[in-house]
């Protein structure tokens, strides 16, 4: 998997990206099939990012999920029907092994990120782990995060930023911590979308700024990260999760143009 995100001929960074949670098959396969086709041209190694269920949500009465067994399916028909690898979330231990058989990497949730049980579940699947930096933790903490996944036999390990708490309802990045977590050996990758969170709302919907999304992207390419992460949807308005922070999908192919334009002016230094 390690060797799949960095085959780029051209050095460029690869990317995570697609809706934040999996509502139906044909708005996945709408999404996989743009994606791919964009990074292809660009170069870029691309990985499908769907969750199957949205376990953190902070109204009981908020969109969870078509159900595990349906999403899982649909991520595995992406996977096959494109022939990329997919990521998805997983939440407790139990999950591990039942997404696994559908997916590629195993996402562990910011607010999970310490949870060793997790962690090593992860770990023992032999599939690559991507460990979301808690929004309260240091970047330098993450290192034992990631040193519990090695330790349980898995050196695929990824780690990536997802913004710190930043007051009530805000998130902030703090770019020096790229470098830092690098220092682990593994690949770092920034969350633009969910950087651009603000949590917390009074109506219980969490609220967010895309119209920033370029800011946080340019930002992450210069400071030298790995990977991006973008959650897209056809219509963030009508989405069932986390619209108010995802990229419209017909907006990505430029995004990424002028990402991997000004990578490649980072890679001539």
Do not use: W
Not at 45 to 60: L, Q, T
Not at 189 to 205: F, K
Not at 214 to 243: M, N, Y
């Amino acid at each position: 998997m390690l060797e799949y995100l960095k085959k780029s001929k051209t050095n460029n960074f690869f990317l995570l990206a697609g809706p934040c949670v999996i509502e139906g098959e044909r708005m996945a396969m709408e999404i996989a099939e743009t994606v791919k086709t964009i990074t292809d041209r660009l170069e870029i190694p691309y990985v499908f990012k769907g969750s199957y269920r949205k376990a953190n949500r902070s109204r009981i009465d908020s969109f969870t999920g078509i159900g595990d067994e349906n999403a899982l399916k649909i991520l595995g028909k992406v996977r096959s029907t494109f022939n990329i690898p997919v990521v998805t979330d997983i939440h407790t231990a139990d999950e591990a092994t039942m997404a696994a058989e559908y997916v590629d990497i195993l996402q562990i949730p910011a607010f999970l990120c310490r949870q060793t049980d997790l962690l090593v579940a992860a770990a023992r699947t032999g599939k690559m782990v991507n460990i979301k930096k808690g929004q309260f933790l240091s970047p330098e903490a993450m290192a034992f995060a990631v040193q519990k996944v090695r330790d349980a036999g898995n050196n695929m390990v990824a780690i990536t930023e997802r913004g710190t708490t930043f007051g009530y309802q805000d998130l902030i990045v703090d770019y020096r911590g790229i470098p830092e977590m690098q220092k682990c050996g593994c690949p770092v990758i920034l969350d633009v979308t969910h950087s651009l969170q603000q949590p917390n709302q009074a109506a219980g919907v969490t609220g967010g700024r895309p119209d920033l999304i370029e800011t946080i992207a340019r930002a992450g390419i210069a400071t030298g990260v790995d990977g991006l992460f973008i959650e897209t949807h056809q219509e963030p308005s009508k989405a069932k999760s986390d619209g108010a922070n995802m990229l419209q999908l017909s907006l990505l192919p430029n995004l990424l143009e002028r990402m991997s334009k000004i990578r490649n002016v980072i890679n001539q230094f």
